[in-house]
């Protein structure tokens, strides 16, 4: 089984600073790992994924975040906040022989303050 | 369409309602799948759809849910008898499945959900 855990439901960072959302998983064999934003009445959209090629995975709207499998972590990273990436964030893992069946963490709610 | 489609953008069904939730995928995505997302929640796996094949129905929660896709295209998630604790954003996604031996596509496309309120 596998599974994702997000630490901070809410986070809160100045407009301009540093964002960190943390996930960390637990899986039986090596995983994929995604982010998902999620804006107010809108569909989920994908950030980034890791899928076992390099361990810094870069996203959209200048979003990144580093696989360290000695830490089981899959931390979301981004050096300037911006008032527009305020919304949902998820992490996701996924079993690599599978189909494409993901599981969610709760999520974090990022608010940028101005 | 260019995205995945979902209707009702909402839903209000009183306990006891038979109510379906329509998916239209995005044109030639062999996999479907719909999520349930509880409020504060992060969405939680229902079932999954190759084609018309139901694969794996896992996550439905009771034999009150039951999913189709009878022409491996628009799918309908139909719950019976509805209950409060039903009351969700219910989200379809879909995607081209991975070739293993391509090892394309990743990702997958969701729709921006039916919210389902049963009082």
């Known amino acids: 089984a596998q599974s994702v855990t997000q630490l901070g439901s809410h986070v809160s960072v100045s407009e301009g600073a540093l964002v960190l959302l943390r996930c960390n998983y637990s899986?039986?064999?090596?995983?994929?790992l995604f982010w998902y934003v999620q804006y107010p009445n809108q569909g989920l959209q994908l950030l980034l994924k890791?899928?076992?090629?390099?361990?810094l995975v870069k996203g959209i709207n200048g979003f990144e975040a580093e696989f360290k499998k000695s830490e089981t972590s899959f931390h979301l990273t981004k050096p300037s906040a911006h008032m527009s990436d305020a919304a949902e964030y998820f992490c996701?893992?996924?079993?690599?022989?599978?189909?494409?069946?993901?599981?969610f963490g709760t999520g974090t709610r990022l608010t940028i303050i101005p | 369409g260019a995205g995945v489609s979902q209707s009702p953008r909402y839903k209000v069904a009183k306990r006891g309602q038979d109510v379906a939730l329509r998916c239209d995928p995005i044109?030639?995505?062999?996999?479907l799948f719909w999520y349930q997302q509880a409020l504060g929640q992060g969405p939680e796996f229902l079932t999954y759809?190759?084609?018309?094949?139901?694969?794996?129905k896992s996550g439905l929660p009771s034999d009150r849910f039951f999913a189709e896709r009878p022409e491996g295209s628009v799918s309908t998630l139909k719950i019976q008898r509805t209950q409060q604790e039903d009351s969700a954003v219910y989200l379809c996604?879909?995607?081209?499945?991975?070739?293993?031996?391509?090892?394309?596509?990743?990702?997958?496309?969701f729709g921006s959900g039916t919210q389902l309120s049963v009082l």
């Open positions: 890791y899928t076992s090629a390099a361990t």
């Open positions: 899986s039986s064999v090596p995983p994929y």
């Open positions: 996604a879909s995607s081209i499945p991975r070739d293993r031996v391509l090892a394309t596509n990743e990702k997958l496309f």
């Open positions: 996701a893992v996924r079993d690599p022989f599978g189909n494409e069946k993901l599981t």
């Open positions: 759809f190759q084609n018309e094949a139901q694969l794996d």
């Open positions: 044109s030639g995505h062999v996999s």
